[in-house]
């Protein structure tokens, strides 16, 4: 499968971004969806994750009531909707897929996932 991801950009603290990743290939509702991100000099890290139905959402506690991750099996796609942006969300933003593991418990791990999008680079100004 393969990911892009898209809608990323330069924003003011408080705005709002959503980040659309569309996945081509085999067949989407097959994956459990996953965000994570990546700044400058630190690790990669978990921001959202969606299961294959879209029933269940995963956040990470610093983004948790800001950010909403969704899902339009129909369209091959999943979203973030990213709502009160502060400066420390600036990050490049990968969307990744995860075939293997039905569990949420794994979602927050980026080992957890087959697949990588390129990532797409948000950057929140004070």
């Known amino acids: 499968v393969q990911l892009q991801a898209s809608g990323g950009g330069l924003v003011q603290a408080g705005d709002s971004l959503r980040l659309s990743c569309v996945a081509s290939g085999r067949a989407f509702s097959n994956y459990a969806m996953g965000w994570f991100r990546q700044a400058p000099g630190l690790e990669r890290e978990f921001v959202a994750a969606i299961s294959r139905g879209g029933l269940s959402a995963y956040y990470a506690d610093s983004v948790k009531g800001r950010f909403t991750i969704s899902r339009d099996n129909a369209k091959n796609t999943v979203y973030l909707q990213m709502n009160s942006l502060k400066p420390e969300d600036t990050a490049v933003y990968y969307c990744?897929?995860?075939?293997?593991?039905?569990?949420?418990?794994?979602?927050?791990?980026?080992?957890?996932?087959?697949?990588w999008g390129q990532g797409t680079q948000v950057t929140v100004s004070s």
């Open positions: 990744a897929a995860n075939l293997r593991y039905y569990s949420g418990s794994v979602y927050y791990f980026p080992s957890s996932y087959d697949y």
